[in-house]
């Protein structure tokens, strides 16, 4: 079985994947990528199922020597990765010789990239899922975030000898920032604030915090009054629920969010905005705006869509890969196909709604 | 039949079910009673749920399940509910040292109510507790049902760490700490008893619904059940409830 080492685990990496769905009655976590949605676009570039492992990173990043010749992309955040040195890009997918060492040269924009690899990461699955949950050392590699001295098993690359390639376009990227708007769902505690604590929810802007990670994000600034007490008598989380407590300030409840909380919920955000909060880092602000349900539906569809588009495996969308001297360097473009081309190939109307689309 | 239940969105891909804001044995079973039958739908589009105090949580995938179908699953389970047989309820016996280093705060909860440590221990250990949920972290229940000569309110300053195994009180509830973590409990006792064991299928001892009995034992059992725990030949005593 091939493997990665680890040469340096940086700030903080860990094995996630989707989520470990299913356990939440026993009190287990979900955990999984904070950023599902570029996980999902890496496992895509790579011809990985959607389940598949990968690599959270975190800020720094880690450095990691390629044991074998292994097909990889690396998404979400842009910590300006490097294959032995020279730069490579992020959202397409490359080739890496056996030998190669992927570091990162320092954080560019958002907070969290990922690494997929052809036959994903192959940590035992505890309770159906790879993902880490550190607190209670549950899943991923030994429980924990990896680090030094770590030899971690790839599975065998299911996609075959000569994947085909998939560059995202430059301007299909996401871009993160230092500021966003996001979309909310209303409750399920909303009725628990006064007309003015909703109103300052959905009016001010809020600023992360340190005091953030992969439980939830805490935002700082005008506090959002209750008018019935902050407390409620516990229930279930979700992903992205905004819990105020009797400070008033805003946490957005994560990946590795404990599955029942006594805090009132005045909002959730809709999963195509997750990203967003994935991808902040303290200091940058964030406005909340709330949508109807239906609308919700339709950005996930259209997110989802979105991801179905990279379809590297598919016959006819793209073309083989030319590598040059086997190295990762970025492949001449004519070797990739546009995200948005195969968008539009598979709507079949030519239909390039960008705006339209729920991207990041 | 109980009232139809509130019905909430929690985000774009989950409901909440809620049959009350009370903690209740018969609000609680109607909760449970809806996630057994919608779980047993075996629908696609229903990825999880998950029972609390009051309240289900139906995690759902919108693009395989509308709104309004769901809606209606949960209606017609709901008209259902009287006629669902759960799952036989069993009893198990959590065997506990208590005070001492096991519990440091039970001479406080004696102080506070006037009692003796032993009386105390008489009582928590005089009931069987109602599983109402699964929750915080891995395996730890939330039993509710406290008697009120022993409900104690929680510390005003929380522990930064309490040990694996813990047994505390706050106000009308009782629970077991399966893993060390921080909190802010009354700690009566503890339990050599592993309530989370990956080894296991389920990793748990007792799911919501079940019950938990507490077994005063003495710290020279408590060794003797540890080793068993460690040598993986510990079998728990399990009891359908009467």
Same mark, same amino acid.
């Given at each position: 079985m091939p493997w990665i080492d680890v040469l340096d685990g940086g700030m903080l990496t860990t094995v996630q994947d989707t989520g470990r769905a299913g356990s939440q009655r026993y009190g287990v976590p979900v955990? *999984?990528?904070? =950023? @599902?949605? !570029? &996980? #999902?676009a890496a496992n895509r570039l790579v011809g990985n199922p959607a389940g598949a492992a990968g690599l959270e990173m975190t800020l720094t990043g880690p450095e990691l020597r390629f044991e074998s010749t292994a097909i990889v992309a690396i998404t979400g955040a842009d910590l300006a990765p490097q294959i032995d040195g020279e730069p490579v890009a992020n959202w397409r997918t490359l080739r890496v010789r056996a030998g190669s060492v992927l570091s990162f040269a320092g954080v560019r924009d958002g907070l969290r990239a990922y690494l997929a690899v052809a036959g994903g990461i192959d940590v035992p699955i505890v309770l159906g899922s790879r993902s880490t949950y550190t607190r209670?050392?549950? *899943?991923?590699? =030994? @429980?924990? !975030? &990896? #680090?030094?001295?770590?030899?971690?098993?790839?599975?065998?690359n299911q996609s075959g000898l000569s994947p085909k390639m998939f560059a995202m376009p430059a301007h299909e990227v996401p871009r993160y920032g230092h500021a966003c708007t996001v979309r909310v769902i209303l409750g399920p505690q909303d009725d628990a604030f006064s007309?003015?604590?909703?109103?300052?929810?959905?009016?001010?802007?809020?600023?992360?915090?340190?005091?953030?990670?992969?439980?939830?994000?805490?935002?700082?600034?005008?506090?959002?009054?209750?008018?019935?007490?902050?407390?409620?008598?516990?229930?279930?989380?979700?992903?992205?629920?905004?819990?105020?407590? *009797?400070?008033?300030?805003?946490?957005? &409840?994560?990946?590795?969010?404990?599955?029942?909380?006594?805090?009132?919920?005045?909002?959730?955000?809709?999963?195509?905005?997750?990203?967003?909060?994935?991808?902040?880092?303290?200091?940058?602000?964030?406005?909340?705006?709330?949508?109807?349900?239906?609308?919700?539906?339709?950005?996930?569809?259209?997110?989802?869509?979105?991801?179905?588009?990279?379809?590297?495996?598919?016959?006819g969308h793209v073309e083989e890969a030319v590598f040059e001297e086997d190295s990762g360097a970025p492949l001449a473009a004519g070797g990739y196909q546009s995200l948005a081309d195969a968008l539009a190939d598979r709507h079949g109307d030519g239909s390039r709604d960008r705006d339209a689309r729920s991207k990041p | 039949m109980p009232a139809p239940p509130r019905i909430r969105p929690a985000g774009d891909r989950a409901l909440v079910v809620e049959y009350g804001v009370a903690i209740d044995p018969a609000t609680n079973r109607s909760?449970?009673?809806?996630?057994?039958?919608?779980?047993?739908?075996?629908?696609?589009?229903?990825?999880?749920?998950?029972?609390?105090?009051?309240?289900?949580?139906?995690?759902?995938?919108?693009?395989?399940?509308?709104?309004?179908?769901l809606r209606r699953l949960i209606d017609e389970a709901h008209d259902r509910l009287d006629s669902v047989r759960l799952p036989p309820a069993k009893v198990v016996d959590i065997?506990?040292?208590?005070?001492?280093?096991?519990?440091?705060?039970?001479?406080?909860?004696?102080?506070?109510?006037?009692?003796?440590?032993?009386?105390?221990?008489?009582?928590?250990?005089?009931?069987?507790?109602?599983?109402?949920?699964?929750?915080?972290?891995?395996?730890?229940?939330?039993?509710?049902?406290?008697?009120?000569?022993?409900?104690?309110?929680?510390?005003?300053?929380?522990?930064?760490?309490?040990?694996?195994?813990?047994v505390g009180i706050a106000a009308q509830q009782t629970g077991i700490y399966p893993t060390a973590s921080p909190g802010g409990w009354r700690l009566?006792?503890?339990?050599?008893?592993?309530?989370?064991?990956?080894?296991?299928?389920?990793?748990?001892?007792?799911?919501?619904?079940?019950?938990?009995?507490?077994?005063?034992?003495?710290?020279?059992?408590?060794?003797?059940?540890?080793?068993?725990?460690?040598?993986?030949?510990?079998?728990?005593?399990?009891?359908?409830?009467?």
């Open positions: 955990s *999984g990528a904070m =950023d @599902g949605f !570029a &996980l #999902r209670s050392g549950l *899943g991923g590699f =030994d @429980g924990r !975030a &990896l #680090r030094t001295g770590d030899r971690v098993p790839v599975g065998e007309d003015d604590g909703r109103g300052t929810f959905l009016d001010a802007s809020y600023t992360l915090t340190t005091q953030s990670d992969r439980i939830g994000c805490r935002f700082q600034g005008p506090p959002i009054r209750h008018h019935a007490g902050a407390d409620i008598v516990s229930d279930g989380t979700v992903f992205g629920a905004i819990q105020v407590s *009797g400070d008033g300030m805003p946490i957005v &409840l994560m990946a590795d969010r404990g599955t029942t909380g006594g805090y009132t919920k005045i909002a959730t955000v809709i999963t195509a905005d997750l990203t967003k909060i994935a991808q902040a880092i303290p200091g940058d602000r964030v406005r909340f705006t709330a949508v109807d349900l239906e609308a919700a539906h339709t950005l996930f569809d259209q997110q989802e869509s979105w991801l179905d588009a990279i379809d590297p495996g598919e016959a | 909760v449970r009673a809806l996630g057994c039958l919608l779980d047993g739908l075996a629908h696609p589009g229903l990825v999880e749920t998950v029972p609390t105090y009051r309240s289900l949580m139906v995690h759902y995938d919108p693009r395989r399940v509308s709104l309004s179908e065997p506990t040292v208590y005070g001492g280093a096991y519990g440091p705060d039970l001479a406080d909860v004696a102080a506070y109510h006037g009692l003796t440590p032993d009386e105390v221990v008489t009582i928590h250990a005089g009931s069987e507790y109602l599983v109402y949920m699964m929750g915080f972290t891995p395996g730890f229940p939330y039993l509710g049902g406290v008697s009120p000569r022993i409900s104690t309110p929680r510390l005003a300053t929380p522990r930064t760490l309490v040990p694996a195994g813990s009566l006792g503890r339990t050599p008893v592993r309530l989370f064991d990956l080894s296991r299928t389920p990793p748990v001892l007792f799911e919501a619904g079940d019950y938990v009995r507490f077994v005063p034992v003495d710290a020279d059992h408590y060794g003797t059940i540890q080793n068993a725990v460690e040598a993986r030949t510990f079998v728990p005593v399990v009891r359908p409830r009467e």
